[in-house]
């Protein structure tokens, strides 16, 4: 299955859970995805056969419920096998060849959104978007203030807002980095998060169960939808969110199976 998946590229262990299929999709040559358990891990394996990660490695979940989900995306597969529509193998794959070898720099990317959250931009009009935003988003920085100690300013527009230090420090120290403990499955998930909403504070929420996932998706499109509903639906884009949603949705899946 090496040449089904993408592999990480660079300075982006995550990237490949982003990207999608290669053109030429391979036949489906396998009869039956099972679960292996191995121990410390659950092993995906075709007709009792390892499926291998891009860079060669097992793939295999540490929790039997992700290992069962990710099977499932093999058995839907019908002539062919497409990657596209394996958004948790794709975000496996990331996570076992590229997050566990370099969570650092994986969480050094979570953390500088944290400096331009999209929480932290208000509409300054009209007043009907502002309340919705407000109404979405306030929960979540109360609950960051709470949880973290962390004080984070609020302005309108597109203008940078320079947040304090001591806010910053405090929410980045939630996120997984250390190289010995780091949960890679969580961290991965939480970037896949981050990117897709704009927001890093609503992936530490939805980590830490403070939010659901249809509360984030939500949140994250407040200004999106607000568009659709005074100027119409756009197809491409809604197809576009769809895919996202899928990436959103097997992030999530992992967030909630490794809560704290």
Same mark, same amino acid.
């Given at each position: ?13 995550? #990237? =490949?859970?982003? $990207?999608?299929?290669?053109? +030429? *999709? ?5 009869? &039956?995805?099972? !679960?292996? %358990? ?21 793939? #295999? =979940?540490?929790? $039997?419920?992700?290992?069962? +989900? *990710? ?5 839907? &597969?019908?002539? !062919?096998? %497409? ?21 650092? #720099? ?43 100690? #962390? ?110």
């Amino acid at each position: 299955m090496r040449d089904l998946f993408e592999t990480f590229v660079g300075d982006d262990p995550i #990237a =490949a859970a982003r $990207r999608g299929a290669r053109p +030429a *999709l391979q036949r489906r040559f396998y009869d &039956q995805a099972a !679960v292996e %358990d191995a121990g410390a891990e659950y092993r995906i394996t075709l007709d009792g056969k390892p499926v291998r990660t891009p860079a060669r490695r097992a793939l #295999a =979940a540490p929790t $039997r419920a992700l290992a069962e +989900a *990710l099977v499932a995306e093999w058995q839907a &597969q019908r002539d !062919v096998v %497409d990657p596209a529509q394996m958004p948790l193998t794709r975000l496996a794959n990331a996570i076992i060849d590229g997050v566990a070898d370099s969570p650092a #720099a994986v969480a050094a990317d979570i953390e500088k959104y944290l400096a331009s959250d999209l929480l932290f931009y208000r509409a300054h009009a009209p007043a009907e978007l502002r309340s919705r935003q407000a109404l979405h988003w306030e929960p979540i920085l109360a609950w960051a203030r709470d949880t973290f100690g #962390a004080h984070f300013q609020v302005g309108e527009g597109i203008v940078h807002v320079t947040q304090p230090e001591a806010a910053l420090r405090a929410a980045a120290a939630a996120i997984p980095a250390d190289p010995i403990h780091a949960d890679p499955w969580r961290l991965g998930a939480l970037h896949v998060v981050t990117t897709l909403t704009g927001s890093a504070l609503l992936a530490l929420a939805l980590s830490r169960g403070a939010l659901s996932a249809d509360a984030a998706w939500q949140a994250a499109h407040i200004d999106e939808d607000w568009n659709m509903e005074k100027w119409g639906r756009d197809e491409l884009a809604l197809e576009r969110r769809a895919s996202r949603f899928a990436e959103f949705a097997a992030a999530a899946l992992v967030l909630q199976s490794r809560a704290e």
